[in-house]
Nanobody, 121 residues
Framework: QVQLVESGGGLVQPGGSLRLSCAAS????????MGWYRQAPGKQRELVAT???????NYADSVKGRFTISRDNAKNTVYLQMNSLKPEDTAVYYC???????????????WGQGTQVTVSS
């Protein structure tokens, strides 16, 4: 009853930029941490960035200084601004969120369907 829908992936040249969005919908009482993960072919899924609040963000070392995560609580949406993209950033990017559906239930981990990001000339 909770869905995460990502958008914004695509093909971009090295050095270019993309902005990913992920909107949560459905039965939502509260959203705690939100984040982005990625999985390249033949590799394990890895953390890219997470955000709890504007003052509480976390980034993988490989994207620090190039990617920025943010969220709009009014829209239940998390964003990932990706600049100075490199071929090694190519992967399927997944949105993740810790969501409590009602005051009576514990929060659960939800995942989006993934969006492909390809960095190539």
């Amino acid at each position: 009853q909770v869905q995460l829908v990502e958008s914004g992936g695509g093909l971009v040249q090295p050095g270019g930029s993309l902005r990913l969005s992920c909107a949560a919908s459905g039965s939502i009482f509260s959203i705690y941490a939100m984040g982005w993960y990625r999985q390249a072919p033949g590799k394990q899924r890895e953390l890219v960035a997470t955000v709890v609040s504007r003052q509480s963000t976390n980034y993988a070392d490989s994207v620090k200084g190039r990617f920025t995560i943010s969220r709009d609580n009014a829209k239940n949406t998390v964003y990932l601004q990706m600049n100075s993209l490199k071929p090694e950033d190519t992967a399927v990017y997944y949105c993740n969120a810790d969501i409590q559906s009602s005051i009576l239930t514990a929060s659960l981990d939800y995942w989006g369907q993934g969006t492909q990001v390809t960095v190539s000339s």
